[in-house]
Every structure is written in structure tokens, then in C-alpha cells.
């Protein structure tokens, strides 16, 4: 079984930081791209930024420069570290894992979500 549980986020000002853990168990290996994405009211789910297994990664032109995505293969844990956070981040945020080899097929994994609320 593949189980992926984020934690962090809550109520931030703007401006501030905050950081993302998502903590991963079962067959989900080093090499796994994992990614963020989020989703806020009323809007589709988007991708926030991803991580391949040897550390190259990705963002979305609304998050870069301001959010980071790290891993810690020891761990089992994917970070999202959020600066400089504005009213449009709010949203739930949520971690997968993708293309997971379960012994019988590739397959995604969503962890629950995490709310993010950036408000004064």
C-alpha cells in the first residue's frame, strides 16, 4: 500500500512563510517523481512544482522564485517551502506521487490535502 500524509499550512499572513510535509510510506522509491499541486475554491487542481529522483525540479510561473520543493530520501518526505506567500495561494494543497510501480501496474497517489489560508 502506498500512503502519502501531509502536514504544515494552516492560516499565514501575507508575506510570510510557511512550510509542506508530506510524508511517504509503502513501495514509493527514491526515484518516484513526486510533485505539489493545489487547488483553490471553484478552480481546477493545479500543478505547484515537482521533484525527480535526483533532484531536478520544477515550477509554476505563479510560484517561482517564492516556493521550494526538496526531498529527503532518508525520510520518505517531500517539503514545499512557501515565501513571500500572497491572498492567491489559499487553496488546499495536495501531494502525489506519480507513476508508482505497485507489482502490477504504474499508478498516482494523492495524499489528503493540506489547507493553506494566507489572510490578514
Known amino acids: 500500500q502506498v500512503q502519502l500524509v501531509e502536514s504544515g499550512g494552516g492560516l499565514v499572513q501575507p508575506g510570510r512563510s510557511t512550510k509542506l510535509s508530506c510524508q511517504a510510506s509503502?513501495?514509493?522509491?527514491?526515484?518516484?517523481?513526486m510533485a505539489w499541486y493545489r487547488q483553490a475554491p471553484g478552480k481546477e487542481r493545479e500543478l505547484v512544482a515537482h521533484i525527480t529522483g535526483d533532484g531536478t525540479t520544477g515550477y509554476s510561473g505563479s510560484v517561482k522564485g517564492r516556493f521550494t520543493i526538496s526531498r529527503d530520501n532518508a525520510k520518505n518526505t517531500v517539503y514545499l517551502q512557501m515565501d513571500s506567500l500572497k491572498p492567491e495561494d489559499t487553496a488546499v494543497y495536495y501531494c502525489?506521487?506519480?507513476?508508482?510501480?505497485?507489482?502490477?501496474?504504474?499508478?498516482?497517489?494523492w495524499g489528503q490535502g493540506t489547507q493553506v489560508t494566507v489572510s490578514s
Open positions: 509503502g513501495r514509493i522509491l527514491s526515484s518516484n517523481v
Open positions: 502525489k506521487a506519480v507513476r508508482v510501480w505497485d507489482g502490477i501496474a504504474f499508478n498516482d497517489y
